[in-house]
């Protein structure tokens, strides 16, 4: 068995849903939406996610973006395309909502 | 990675997709969809040993407040990113790129 095979890990898409899920309501749950808060959270929430994920000590570079939107009946869509290896890399991409915010937050997992 | 980056490329695939066009509900899938694949497209043509990943947000200007924030654990020396931030009367759109390299 050679060593780059014991470190080579396959991005997991649930338990990062899990984790980034977590450390949204870990930054805005039960908050009502605050233009001069929002800054800080989306700070935050990009943080505190991507220092979860290095702790997991694997083979991996990472993005995360975060976009926090009042809810006001405005229409908003994001997309994302990505030129990289697909057996190696991956990306997940988590919305949440409560009464006055929306928050869409993706990871991009790039293997070294 | 800074040296072929170039705010230009990106918006020209803006300004080709959607120019002038109002927000549309309707369209708005198609645009964002085409505005990603143009700007790989030329960042692939480029020819670099880098992996890409290209974000795009699209808007409708209602008065709504929109934050968004990035952050990148990798190597600071090699990698990079760039965002666009472009609009028209309807509609503000963002377009994020980010380069690793291989």
Redesign the interface.
């Known amino acids: 068995v050679s060593f780059k095979t014991i470190l080579q890990g396959n991005f997991n898409t649930d338990e990062t849903s899990i984790l980034v899920k977590e450390c949204i309501e870990g930054v805005i749950g039960g908050t009502d939406?605050n233009?001069n808060k929002?800054?800080q959270?989306?700070?935050n929430?990009?943080?505190h996610?991507?220092t979860h994920?290095?702790k997991q000590g694997r083979p991996f570079?990472?993005?995360?973006?975060?976009?926090?939107?009042?809810?006001?009946?405005?229409?908003?869509?994001?997309?994302?395309?990505?030129?990289?290896?697909t057996t190696t890399?991956g990306?997940c991409t988590v919305r949440w909502e409560n009464r006055t915010i929306y928050c869409v937050v993706?990871v991009?997992a790039?293997a070294m | 990675m800074d040296d072929f980056m170039s705010e230009d490329k990106v918006g020209c695939s803006v300004e080709t997709v959607i120019g002038e066009n109002s927000y549309k509900h309707g369209r708005v899938n198609q645009w964002t969809t085409s505005v990603v694949e143009q700007c790989l497209i030329q960042l692939s043509k480029l020819d670099k040993p880098f992996k890409f990943i290209v974000n795009c947000i699209i808007m409708q200007k209602n008065g709504a407040g929109l934050q968004t924030a990035s952050t990148c654990f990798w190597d600071n020396n090699t990698d990079g990113s760039c965002t666009v931030r472009w609009e028209n009367d309807t509609m503000y759109v963002i377009i994020s790129v980010f380069g690793l390299a291989i």
């Open positions: 939406y233009h929002v800054n959270w989306t700070a929430i990009v943080e996610s991507l994920l290095v570079k990472y993005i995360v973006n975060c976009t926090i939107m009042q809810k006001s009946g405005a229409g908003l869509h994001t997309a994302n395309s990505c030129y990289w290896d890399d990306s993706s991009f790039v």
